[in-house]
């Protein structure tokens, strides 16, 4: 049985920050390229970020010096720590870990950014 379950998100005024977690099992974690995806209302899901069995990492323009992409092998856990959080950052964030055919996905948790 594989399961992704995301935890931290939550509502945060503009400016603050945020850190997300993803822990993954059922899977051999470490074989796994993890991802970082958000869909905002009416909005297709979009990648934000990506660290891949290397721990190379890969940021989207828009969130790019304000995001951070890290993974734990050891802890089967992806973060994503969100500073600077802008109202435009309001989504439901959703935990990916892909690997040749199989492709597994979290079940959502929603970031709120408003004063």
């Known amino acids: 049985q594989v399961q992704l379950v995301e935890s931290g998100g939550g509502l945060v005024q503009p400016g603050g920050s945020l850190r997300l977690s993803c822990e993954a099992s059922?899977?051999?974690?470490?074989?796994?390229?993890m991802g970082w995806y958000r869909q905002a209302p009416g909005k297709q899901r979009e990648l934000i970020a990506q660290i891949t069995t290397l721990f190379t990492t890969t940021h989207s323009e828009s969130v790019k010096g304000r995001f951070t992409i890290s993974r734990s092998n050891a802890r089967n856990t992806v973060y994503l720590q969100m500073d600077s959080l802008k109202p435009e950052d309001t989504a439901v964030y959703y935990c990916n870990a892909a690997r040749a055919a199989n492709n597994f996905w979290g079940q959502g948790t929603q970031v709120t950014v408003s004063s």
């Open positions: 059922g899977i051999i974690f470490s074989l796994y390229t």
